[in-house]
C-alpha cells in the first residue's frame, strides 16, 4: 500500500480520504499511510479504554466448594447497549477433566447482583478452582441469550472451550411439530427442573428456557424458521434453594424445522411433473401394510384386535410437515410389473414378512381427505408419501393448514376414475399412504368378502430400524431436492 501525497501552494487546511487534517504554508509532500496507521492505534486504545470505563457491572459471582469455602470471586460486565436487553442471567458451573455440568443459577440480572455458586460435593473430582470453568448466559425477556462467556476459576489460566457433556444420566428427549414450524419439547421424566438451549446451527443464534417440575412436555412460543436446523440441550436439575440447581441428567437432539406450506406446494408441482405420463397409470384394488409376523400377532393377543397408530418418523425429506407431527399407519401402493406388464405385490419386503391387505375403498372414500406430503427417493426410485384423514379430525385440521389438499378423483398419484369404476394408481413413483387413524383388524375380516386379508413375503434388512428411526432422502437429487432450482 502506498501512501497518498497532497500537494497545496496556499495556507489552508485539508481533510484526506482517510481523515488526516493537513495545514500547510508551502509546498511539500506528506504520507499519510504512517499518520494513518498511528492515528488508528491510538483510536482502538481510546476506544478500549472508554469501553472500560463504560462497562456496566452485572454480577459479583462468588464461587464456594462443598465445605463453603472460597474458591473464587469475579465480577462480569458488560457494554451498556446489552445491558439494556439482559434481563435473567444463568450460570453454569462445570468440572474440566470429566466435562460434567454440575450446577446452575438462574436469578432476574436487573435485582439480584450478588450472586452465589456452589460446586456439588463430590468425592470423584477435586475442589481445586483450576478444575472448574463457569459458563455466564444474559438471557432477554424474550428467552434469547444476547451476550455469554466462559471464565476459568482459575485466575492465572485463560479461558476454555468446553467439551460436549459428560458424566450426566441420559435424559430421552423428542419433538412434535404441533403446525407451521411451532414446535413442542418432549421429556422423558416430569421430575426436576428442565432447563432448554435451543440453538439454530448456521446463525449460533441461541435461546434458553425453563420448564418448572411436573411435566413433560414444553412448548418453543414461537416459531422456528423453516427448513433451518437447530440443536437442542436440555439439563435437568434439582432445587436447592430458590434458583440454586445441581444437574443430573442430559439430552440433546438435532432436526430440521418443518418446510412453509408455500415450499410444501413447490415440492408438490416437482412431483407432478415426474408423474405427468398417463401411460404409467395402472388399475389398482388393495393397498398393503408390513411388518414382522409377531406384531400382528400381538394386536391379536394384546389390543383385542385394534392397529394403533404410531407418530409419522423422520423418514424422506428432513423438512417434511409431517415428520414428528401426527400419528398413522403406513400402508404401500408399490407394485411390480410381470412380462405381461400386469401389476404384482412385490415377493420380499425390508419391513415384515407378513402382509396385511387393505381395499382402496376404505381410504379414498367420501368420509376421508386425501393430502400431499412429502416427494423423495433413496437414490433409486421416488416416492410420494400421501396422507389420508377422518374429516374434521384432529389430524385432519393438522393436514389443512401444512399440506396440499388433493382430489381424489383428479391427482396424479392415486385416484377413483369415475368412468371406469375403479382406482389408478402412478407406477412411475412408489406411493405411500399415510392413514391416521387406528384399524380394528377384525372388523375389516369380517365386513366383506376380500375387503382384507393376510399373506406372507419374504423379508429383508432390519425393519425395526427402518420403522422407528426412518431414512433421510438423497440430498443431491436434482429431481425431488428444491434446493438445486
Known sequence: MVG???????????????????????????????????????????????????????????????SGEKLRMMRIKSEEHIVHEWTNSVVMLTHTSSSQRLAVVVLDAKTHKKVLVEVPHNKSYSNRASDFIMEIFGVNSNGKIVTCCTRSLDPNEQNETIDPVEGLNQLQLSRRHISKAKYEIRFSSSDGTKFIFLTESETDEKHFFQCASGTTKYEIPFPLKPTKEYEINVFRGECLDPGRFTLSEHGSLKFQAAMSKGRLSSLHKRATEFCNDRALHRRIHFLYRNKPHQYFDNIRSQNRGEMKRYMKNDGGDQASPLNRAIPGLFFSAFYLKNCDGQLIVPPTSPFGDQRFHVAVPFFLNSKNNLYFADFYCHYTNHHVTLVVTEANSESDKFCKENLIFLESINNPFL???????????????????????????????????????????GSVGDSRTKSFIGQSKNINCDICNLNTL
Open 415 to 457: 385416484y377413483y376414475n369415475r368412468s371406469k369404476h375403479c382406482f389408478f394408481i402412478n407406477t412411475s413413483v412408489n406411493v405411500e399412504v399415510f392413514y391416521t387413524e387406528n384399524i380394528d383388524i377384525g372388523r375389516l375380516l369380517s365386513c366383506r368378502p376380500n375387503y382384507a386379508f393376510f399373506t406372507f413375503c
Open 4 to 66: 497518498r501525497v497532497i500537494r497545496s501552494k496556499h495556507t489552508r487546511t485539508q481533510w484526506t480520504r482517510t481523515g488526516i487534517r493537513v495545514r500547510q504554508k508551502t509546498t511539500y509532500r506528506v504520507r499519510v499511510l504512517e499518520q494513518t496507521q498511528e492515528t488508528i492505534r491510538r483510536f482502538l486504545e481510546g476506544q478500549r479504554f472508554n469501553q472500560l470505563q463504560t462497562a456496566i457491572l452485572m454480577h459479583d459471582i462468588e464461587v464456594r466448594d462443598g
